[in-house]
């Protein structure tokens, strides 16, 4: 539980009409895990791939060579996550598949360990793969 008076720095609240209000905050933590930190080392390390060193090639492989692999039913499979690319035959390179071995916050570790630690070889593979952040919609 968070302390209230943090609580009301952070998220000040204001009303109309007196009222009697009771807010509870919770936070949450997330720790990273020493495997997470070899794998974010081992993208740091570098050389970093490219998709365009690989991602079309593999991808026309798997669909028998066809131009249209976009249109075979295990594509959008693979990017919504129920379906891996070893089933498909497919073995990306290593800094890749390091990036999908951190897990589902995998984008979130890698910026935030490039905002901390920076490397050439860890900013090329974000460049590379066109990773950011969410930014809220501007107005």
């Given at each position: 539980?968070?302390?209230?008076?943090?609580?009301?720095?952070?998220?000040?609240?204001?009303?109309?009409?007196?009222?009697?209000?009771r807010r509870a905050l919770i936070g949450r933590i997330e720790l990273v895990a020493?495997?997470?930190r070899a794998l974010l080392r081992r993208i740091a390390a570098g050389p970093a791939s490219s998709p365009d060193q690989w991602f079309e090639t593999e991808f026309k492989k798997a669909a028998g060579g066809r131009d249209d692999y976009f249109r075979a039913l295990w594509y959008p499979q693979v990017f919504d996550g129920t379906r891996t690319l070893?089933?498909?035959?497919?073995?990306p390179p290593a800094d890749y598949r390091a990036f999908l071995e951190l897990g589902r916050f995998r984008m979130a570790l890698l910026l935030d360990e490039q905002s901390h630690h920076p490397?050439?070889?860890?900013a090329q593979f974000i460049r590379n793969y066109g990773l950011r952040g969410w930014e809220p919609p501007r107005k």
């Open positions: 539980m968070v302390p209230p008076a943090w609580t009301e720095h952070l998220l000040p609240l204001k009303l109309s009409r007196s009222a009697d209000i020493p495997s997470q070893a089933s498909l035959g497919i073995t490397t050439p070889a860890m």
